[in-house]
């Protein structure tokens, strides 16, 4: 079974405070993909990430940054955290060769900004 | 571009009662289609999938979906419903395309009572 785990399920910061949200897989897939959750908004994509070093912007990544240093680790940083930044935080793999694009998510961050 | 419309936000069921949340799609080419499910505070799990072949689809938990490429929709859909089926429902698509993300539809919260 594929395993994504995310760092923290809930977390509280401070505006202004830096924040980095890191997700880890296990099934050495290629593409790993940032989401946040709203009522109402359903998911939209923030950052997602082909191979190693690379990252693409999806829909909505103003505020936010990305690594990968390792194929199986992928963070989210918010540089400066602002109270609109309050969200559920879901990070997803798949592999397009492997499955053909299925994505596996993580529990998800509950991060609320104070 | 594409594109998904859940045409129902909330479906409140019976127990044991048949139910159906709709979706449909736009895409200018062929596509994958995704149902996944979120109980409450977790992440997203895989229902079941569209990739080729029948159209008909077999998921976890007695789901089923099936793709009408007429109609561009993925209905979801369970003959009974039981208590533990309360949950929002995601539709999704990709394109045939190495890579591409995954579009979502904005959810339907489904809620079973007794």
């Known amino acids: 079974d594929v395993k994504v785990t995310q760092s923290s399920r809930y977390l509280v910061k401070r505006t202004g405070e830096k924040v980095f949200l890191e997700c880890v897989q296990d099934m050495d897939h290629e593409n790993m993909f940032w989401y946040r959750q709203d009522p109402g908004l359903g998911l939209r994509l923030i950052y997602f990430?082909?191979?190693?070093?690379?990252?693409e912007k999806g829909d909505i990544p103003e505020g936010y940054s990305v690594s990968r240093e390792k194929k199986e680790r992928f963070s989210l940083i918010l540089e400066s955290a602002s109270t609109n930044q309050t969200s559920m935080y879901l990070c997803?793999?798949?592999?397009?060769?492997?499955?053909?694009?299925?994505?596996?998510f993580g529990p998800g961050t509950r991060l609320l900004v104070l | 571009a594409q594109s998904v419309t859940q045409l129902d936000s909330q479906v409140p069921v019976f127990e044991e009662a048949p139910v159906e949340l709709r979706c449909n799609y736009s895409s200018s080419v062929s596509v994958y289609l995704f149902w996944y499910v979120q109980y409450p505070n977790q992440g997203l799990q895989l229902l079941l999938k569209y990739l080729s072949g029948s159209t008909l689809v077999k998921g976890i938990n007695g789901f089923e979906a099936e793709f009408n490429k007429s109609q561009t929709s993925f209905h979801l859909r369970k003959p009974s419903v039981h208590i533990s089926d309360t949950a929002e429902y995601f539709c999704?698509?990709?394109?045939?395309?190495?890579?591409?993300?995954?579009?979502f539809g904005k959810g339907t919260t489904l809620s079973v009572s007794s």
């Open positions: 997803a793999s798949s592999s397009f060769l492997r499955g053909l694009g299925t994505q596996y």
């Open positions: 990430s082909y191979d190693v070093k690379m990252k």
């Open positions: 999704a698509v990709s394109e045939f395309q190495a890579g591409t993300a995954l579009i």
